[in-house]
């Protein structure tokens, strides 16, 4: 690559992680609340205020980044089997009591005793295959991280096994880390979104407004994410409208904000989200082994 090539996909890297944060930050605000709700006590929510039900700092983020950061942890000590590294993250985070984390993945963490694909299965028996969107929050390293599709795939499947077992789940993250290993080679957003769901279950749902809730269901987290992406104008746009969804705000505002992050890039994001969310440095340091890492893997 040459150095402009290189300078651009750093920028969007640096993007796609900034953008799960910035939609994480932003969305915490309005989870659990209802449109209506948000229309009356923000009008139409565009800072990062902190608050909500999580009680959050400004530019605090959840469980959204903090479990993606464990997965690019994970993929930066051992790419070629981060399976260990990233569950060790992952009980790490657990055990240091944070302000955010849901049933699905709270109850694995419960289950796991050395066997992880175990501790999916046991959970989905007990919760009844709840097809949460747990995995799909944090799936974004892998395709940061690895250029052969073969592989992004792998880890990607391997990452979201490890806490749930519903195929539909696995098969998100799937898609979704197709479509950013298409922005990150510099397709345009909607034909890359658009290439990726032909054939599968989300064909021919997203282009109308959703007629879901924007829920923590799987489906209707990816089919409201995806809408979302191709009806916005620019990355503001995207997590605003994911934030002003209320329900799972948070996370829709995080997993589409990772891909708005790639397309646009770092330096289309303004700096009034990027530089008030608080743990800024450590995004910072992934990215750029993010970086070093797809680099050296071509």
Not at 30 to 51: C, D, H, N, P, W
Not at 96 to 119: C, M, Q, V
Not at 145 to 160: F, K
Request: hydrophobic share 40%; net charge negative; with cysteine.
């Amino acid at each position: 690559m040459n150095r402009m090539n290189d300078e651009t996909l750093y920028d969007k890297i640096k993007g796609g992680l900034y953008g799960v944060a910035i939609g994480d930050a932003l969305g915490g605000t309005t989870e659990f609340m209802s449109a209506r709700e948000i229309r009356v006590q923000y009008g139409y929510l565009k800072e990062i205020i902190g608050g909500g039900v999580w009680q959050l700092e400004p530019g605090e983020v959840t469980d959204d980044t903090m479990m993606t950061l464990c997965v690019a942890g994970g993929i930066l000590e051992n790419p070629a089997d981060p399976m260990e590294p990233i569950g060790r993250r992952f009980m790490e985070w657990y055990h240091s009591k944070p302000k955010d984390i849901g049933n699905t993945i709270r109850l694995a963490f419960e289950n796991y005793h050395d066997n992880w694909f175990e501790a999916a299965f046991l959970t989905d028996l007990d919760m009844g295959q709840s097809g949460g969107n747990g995995t799909l929050m944090r799936c974004l390293p892998a395709a940061l991280a690895y250029t052969e599709l073969s592989d992004m795939e792998r880890i990607s499947r391997m990452q979201s096994k490890m806490t749930h077992y519903d195929e539909r789940c696995n098969e998100a993250c799937v898609i979704y880390n197709r479509i950013a290993h298409r922005l990150l080679g510099g397709e345009e957003l909607r034909s890359a979104i658009l290439s990726e769901v032909a054939g599968t279950d989300y064909e021919g749902l997203i282009q109308e407004p959703p007629d879901c809730e924007p829920s923590g269901f799987i489906v209707h987290t990816f089919r409201w994410v995806l809408h979302t992406l191709l009806h916005a104008a620019d990355f503001s746009e995207v997590v605003q409208r994911a934030a002003n969804l209320g329900g799972d705000s948070d996370t829709i505002g995080a997993i589409a904000g990772g891909l708005a992050g790639i397309y646009y890039g770092y330096h289309s994001i303004p700096s009034a989200y990027s530089d008030v969310i608080l743990i800024k440095d450590r995004l910072d340091e992934v990215a750029l082994g993010l970086y070093h890492l797809r680099l050296g893997g071509k």
